[in-house]
């Protein structure tokens, strides 16, 4: 069956620090892959994708990601966090083949302290 | 373009009364869908439509919950009667499925349902 994981609940990180927010999928065939944010109080904001090519996907506000297709992993990073980062972060797939229905993973709040 | 509009942006009706939860999705848009997020059970996709077609309703948990696409810029989602384990946040999203943002959802800012 087709899924997505976000081992971590919470992640807590000083500002001026790198940050990483954990997914791995579960998949057959390729996938497409998906990273948003949620905000207080609003919708989820699309952050960056992977469908093909490069395994280093940059998005929006300096995340990046990296697909690793041997570790079924997507993880989300940035350089150097800033308090406004604080938000929760899905990860999401979709199945080439599939019409354009994606699965969120449960999320992971992501926590800066100043 | 304004984004996907949702209205209203609060709800809080008691039991056995009717709600219903109206969406905008961006224009030219060719897919919509509706989602449920609670702390519990954290986001699910309720149903989704692909021009104004509904393609898949596997996450409509009960035939008290119906939603309609009459037209490509407007669709509802109804629950008749509601009960208070309905209560969450509720999203609409649409979505292009062609071009650079292929695949994208952009999301609606939510409505709040509160059932006493």
């Known amino acids: 069956a087709q899924s997505v994981a976000q081992p971590e609940d919470q992640v807590n990180v000083a500002e001026g620090n790198p940050l990483t927010v954990k997914c791995t999928y579960s998949v057959s065939g390729n996938p497409y892959l998906f990273w948003y944010v949620q905000y207080p109080n609003r919708g989820l904001q699309f952050l960056l994708k992977?469908?093909?090519?490069?395994?280093l996907v940059k998005g929006s506000y300096g995340f990046e990601a990296e697909f690793n297709k041997s570790q079924t992993s997507f993880h989300l990073k940035k350089p150097s966090a800033l308090v406004s980062d604080s938000a929760l972060y899905f990860c999401?797939?979709?199945?080439?083949?599939?019409?354009?229905?994606?699965?969120f993973g449960s999320g992971t709040r992501l926590s800066i302290r100043p | 373009d304004a984004g996907v509009i949702q209205s209203p942006r609060h709800e809080v009706t008691e039991m056995g009364q009717e709600v219903t939860l109206r969406c905008k999705p961006i224009s030219g848009h060719d897919y919509l869908f509706w989602y449920r997020q609670t702390m519990m059970r954290g986001l699910e996709l309720l149903i989704y439509f692909n021009n104004n077609v509904p393609i898949d309703d596997s996450g409509m948990p009960e035939d008290r919950f119906s939603a309609k696409m009459p037209n490509a810029s407007f669709s509802t989602l109804k629950i008749q009667p509601s009960e208070p384990r309905d209560s969450a946040v509720y999203f609409c999203a649409s979505s292009l499925a062609r071009g650079s943002s292929y695949n994208e959802q952009f999301f609606g800012p939510g409505t709040r349902l509160t059932v006493l």
């Open positions: 992977y469908i093909t090519g490069d395994n």
């Open positions: 999401a797939v979709r199945l080439y083949s599939s019409a354009s229905k994606i699965i």
